[in-house]
């Protein structure tokens, strides 16, 4: 029981530190010029935005998942990977535009007869 309190306030620390790093590096680069590299604040935005998309992803009904590969850059979120009908792919697009923090969509998915 102790053990799981140590692990548990361990684990809130962690996530803590981590949250005042990602906000303390986002306000140091935001004036950074258009032409830079990404920031952290936006590498941080595009693993969220793409943990979100992974998560609506699975959740979906109509979209079988299971081959998708998801990756953001700037808020444009690219998929990849094998789908079995074209309404998989045709459903998985539209599912990502509906999450918050995607601008677009590049669907890179292809339709494979096998399963």
Known sequence: MKRILILKTA??????????????????????????????GQHVDD?????????????AKNVKSEHIHV?????????TGTV???????????VVEGVSGVSSVKNHLKVSAAS
């Open 11 to 40: 684990a809130g620390a962690a996530c803590m530190t981590f949250a005042l790093m990602a906000g303390a590096q986002t306000t140091t680069n935001s004036s950074a010029p258009a032409g830079s590299s990404e920031s952290m």
């Open 47 to 59: 693993a969220t935005i793409t943990t979100k998309v992974k998560a609506e992803l699975l959740g």
């Open 71 to 79: 990756k953001t850059r700037n808020g444009v979120v690219s998929l």
């Open 84 to 94: 079995p009908s074209a309404e998989d792919r045709d459903n998985a697009k539209q």
